[in-house]
């Protein structure tokens, strides 16, 4: 079973519609992010979060919020769908000592 | 400004060539983090290779290493004898923040073809 895992891994969505993406960790570590990818600009951060009482906002954070409900889970919400958050979107996790980032096998989103 | 900059967009190299792929970043820090990833068709992301910033040699990691030049503040992935199987996308990535406060700063990306 993967480390970092992210349901749903497909979800066609409408315009309008509230979208929550999750993830669950086994690699028992404090932070965890959610980026999204976009072709041509690589992966840019939404959200992260260094524990469960603490939630930082990324560099494109406007439209989705985010749930710490425990260490091994991190959820994404997009209140109201628009079609320009149409994304792959991946969960990950770091490494204390280095920052390297564990992913998830990401979540790709279409809004009609 | 850019803090991390990918400047191929795309590349070819002829299978069992060496290729290198340039990153360059931007950052007052001193302690910095600086990692490559790469993202097969598939779409999962796969971590490559690290250099730290007081790392006093290059990294390497099986065919792969990091040619960190901290003065000129590049960190090129060079992959030696390529193969087919090394056709993807290729990012570079920036660990940003003091201490213990860090997150990973992500470039554009090159896309590598290798040819038979």
């Known amino acids: 079973d993967a480390d970092v895992t992210q349901t749903p891994r497909n979800r066609i969505t409408k315009t309008g519609k509230r979208i929550m993406l999750e993830c669950s960790q086994t690699?028992?570590?404090?932070?965890m992010y959610w980026y999204r990818q976009d072709p041509g600009l690589g992966l840019r951060l939404i959200y992260y979060?260094?524990?469960?009482?603490?939630?930082n906002k990324g560099e494109i954070s406007d439209g989705y919020s985010v749930s710490r409900q425990a260490q091994a889970k991190f959820s994404l919400s997009l209140e109201s769908a628009i079609p320009n958050q149409t994304a792959l979107y991946f969960c990950?996790?770091?490494?204390?000592?280095?920052?390297?980032?564990?992913f998830g096998e990401g979540s790709r989103l279409t809004v009609l | 400004a850019q803090k991390i900059t990918q400047t191929q967009p795309g590349m070819f190299v002829q299978e069992k060539e060496a290729v290198t792929l340039d990153c360059t970043y931007d950052?007052?820090?001193?302690?910095?983090?600086l990692f490559w990833y790469k993202q097969p068709s598939s779409g999962e992301m796969i971590f490559l290779i690290y250099q730290g910033s007081y790392d006093e040699q290059n990294a390497t990691e099986g065919r792969y290493s990091l040619n960190f030049q901290k003065a000129r503040k590049s960190a090129n992935l060079v992959i030696s004898a390529s193969q087919l199987g090394d056709s993807a996308m290729y990012f570079c990535?920036?660990?940003?923040?003091?201490?213990?406060?860090?997150?990973?700063?992500f470039g554009s990306g090159t896309r590598l073809l290798v040819r038979p």
């Open positions: 950052t007052s820090d001193q302690s910095y983090g």
């Open positions: 990535a920036m660990r940003e923040g003091m201490d213990s406060s860090y997150k990973l700063i």
């Open positions: 690699k028992g570590h404090d932070r």
């Open positions: 979060s260094f524990d469960v009482k603490d939630i």
């Open positions: 990950a996790t770091s490494d204390r000592r280095t920052g390297e980032l564990f």
